[in-house]
């Protein structure tokens, strides 16, 4: 059902301008000698901080270039800050030993892009995750680690599995992506569509509650604007009208998990002579 | 919203789920796995997000709310996995599990899998039956060779048919 009397092929245009693919080459390059030097890293050729401070020198004047190429917007630096930030402390993840160090790595990176969610106007989502993860799973997973780890570092956190495997398939499928975000033209310009397919719920007065408004055909581009979706409101709008049955699904899955979590970490009985 | 922001951070969202993968493909205590997954959701979506933005409709945003729902679910289960798991083998190795896999393919590293420090806790049977030792027996169940003290009386009917 389509509720709006806006016919799909005549959309308004939000955003037309062309885009030039330039950071093909450069990236593969960086992306390749990343992986090189993680691999390098765990096999244990790099051995003395001298060369790590090196590789984290290097890293940052990777970033500084990065900054001077950017335009010098306010949002764009913040989002660039918070990209770096995500970069790095996936980086600490995966390479130090430590797992509380490589929880604070993962933290870093989670926060990090949930200040990138929040630049793209995702309030909701972006507050969740870090509700989510930052909250709830790293206080739970320092909580386990508490118990089950000794004071030494573990034989099991030193010796990795297949890190040339894993390398190799992760370098690759991020090149694939890399490649395919920098073609030129690849990127579609793209209109302005606010018809709702899914929709169960019809547009209209209804007794007891003043409905908002809702896009016509006639209304200009100014008008039409103030439905692009940048709020909270319109999100929770559109779970409960557009997607009510998911939610409503989603909702069980957390209940069945929880049940499906009290019941797997109950102790065991040992003793039942 | 440019394009170069949107190549930006589709960009981001990959190099997120690249580190996800290499963690959750080397990493071996069963806690980091688990967060190397959480990493790759969380680049999944920022991805969703970012095309929801760029494409002006809130179905990206719906997405990455089932996306984090799930998550939410897989954090709560896989904890409380690792938990029990724990509890039974005394290690977070993922390896220490590797009997739950096929046997006809060869162990990733041989060798260096350790004893276990602590005992096993296997089910115990509930007992059946009298222990002798805790109840004597009643007489009238004891059976004897000695044809003098009193027998039982399924012994003593056997004894008079023979």
């Known amino acids: 059902m389509n509720p709006l009397p806006i016919d799909p092929k005549n959309l308004p245009l939000v955003n037309g301008d062309p885009f030039q693919g330039n ?25 003395s901080k001298m060369m790590a401070w090196a590789g984290a020198g290097l890293f940052a004047f990777a970033a500084l270039m990065a900054f001077t190429s950017i335009p010098m917007q306010l949002d764009s630096l913040v989002r660039m800050c918070f990209s770096i930030l995500a970069v790095a402390g996936g ?54 680690l508490m118990f ?26 991020l090149m694939a992506i890399a490649w395919s975000v920098s073609e030129s033209e690849e990127i579609l310009p793209v209109k302005l569509d606010l018809t709702r397919p899914y929709s169960l719920a019809e547009p209209g007065p209804s007794p007891g509650m003043v409905m908002p408004p809702v896009p016509e055909a006639s209304m200009t581009q100014d008008q ?30 957390l209940l069945v998990a929880t049940l499906g979590a009290i019941v797997l970490a109950q102790k065991p009985e040992r003793d039942l002579s | 919203m440019s394009h170069s922001e949107v ?18 493909l080397t990493r071996r205590s069963l806690i980091l796995m688990f967060l190397s997954l959480e990493t790759m959701l969380s680049g999944v979506s920022l991805n969703l997000i970012v095309f929801s933005k760029f494409h002006q409709n809130y179905q990206g945003q719906i997405l990455a709310v089932m996306v984090l729902t799930i998550s939410a679910c897989e954090a709560a289960i896989a904890l409380a996995m690792v938990v029990s798991l724990y509890r039974r083998k005394a290690t977070l190795d993922v390896q220490a599990w590797d009997d739950l896999s096929e046997t006809i393919l060869p162990k990733s590293t041989a060798g260096d899998y350790q004893d276990l420090e602590h005992e096993e806790h296997y089910p ?3 007992p059946a039956g009298l222990d002798p030792l805790d109840r004597p027996v009643p007489s009238s169940m004891q059976a004897s060779l000695d044809q003098d ?9 056997v004894n008079q048919r023979a």
């Open chain 2, 124 to 126: 115990k049977l509930s």
């Open chain 2, 149 to 157: 003290q009193k027998t039982s009386p399924i012994v003593s009917e």
């Open chain 1, 224 to 253: 039409l604007n103030a439905f692009v979706p940048a709020k909270t409101s319109g999100l929770g709008r559109s779970m409960f009208t557009d997607y009510l049955l998911a939610i409503e699904l989603a909702g069980t899955v």
């Open chain 1, 148 to 173: 089950a780890q000794k004071a030494q570092l573990q034989w099991y956190d030193v010796q990795l599995t297949n890190p040339v495997i894993a390398t190799v398939v992760a370098t690759s499928l």
């Open chain 2, 7 to 24: 190549q930006n951070l589709l960009l981001l969202g990959g190099i997120l789920f690249a580190i996800g993968l290499i963690g959750f």
């Open chain 1, 23 to 47: 950071l093909a080459q450069i990236l593969l390059m960086v992306i390749l000698l990343g992986a090189v030097a993680y691999l390098l890293l765990q096999h244990g050729l790099i051995k």
């Open chain 1, 91 to 144: 980086i600490a993840f995966i390479t130090t030993r430590e797992p509380v160090h490589a929880a604070l790595g993962f933290a870093t990176a989670v926060l990090s892009s949930c200040g990138v969610m929040f630049m793209q106007s995702a309030y909701f989502i972006a507050a969740a995750t870090m509700i989510v993860y930052a909250g709830a799973t790293i206080i739970i997973f320092l909580f386990v």
